[in-house]
Nanobody, 127 residues
Framework: QVQLVESGGGLVQAGGSLRLSCAASGRTFSSYTMGWFRQAPGKEREFVAAITPSGISTYYADSVKGRFTISRDNAKSTVYLQMNRLKPEDTAVYYC????????????????????WGQGTQVTVSS
């Protein structure tokens, strides 16, 4: 079992930046594939980014490629999402997710393939 706690959300103007963090409990963080998803009001949860346990392989949704960067610090059991050049359409609740081994490359972009979820953090981008 792993528990995930997101932080770093907030209100930002279009063009601005935010960095989300997701702190994980448990001793086996370094074995989990980690992902970020988001859900806007009235919409389905959608994939944002994912990273393999080693951090070597990353994968992004086309809508955020070149603007967002996922990274992880296994020593701190934390995964990050650096979000730059934010747009109003990035407004959503952002969720952190963890997937049990085995590792797949590229990491999965489908929500049901992840086993653990955080409670989410709100990101609002004003125009």
């Amino acid at each position: 079992q792993v528990q995930l706690v997101e932080s770093g959300g907030g209100l930002v103007q279009a063009g601005g930046s935010l960095r989300l963090s997701c702190a994980a409990s448990g001793r086996t963080f370094s074995s989990y594939t980690m992902g970020w998803f988001r859900q806007a009001p009235g919409k389905e949860r959608e994939f944002v980014a994912a990273i393999t346990p080693s951090g070597i392989s990353t994968y992004y949704a086309d809508s955020v490629k070149g603007r967002f960067t996922i990274s992880r610090d296994n020593a701190k059991s934390t995964v990050y999402l650096q979000m730059n050049r934010l747009k109003p359409e990035d407004t959503a609740v952002y969720y952190c997710a963890a997937r049990n081994p085995p590792t797949t490359v590229p990491p999965p972009s489908t929500a049901w393939k992840y086993d653990y979820w955080g409670q989410g953090t709100q990101v609002t981008v004003s125009s």
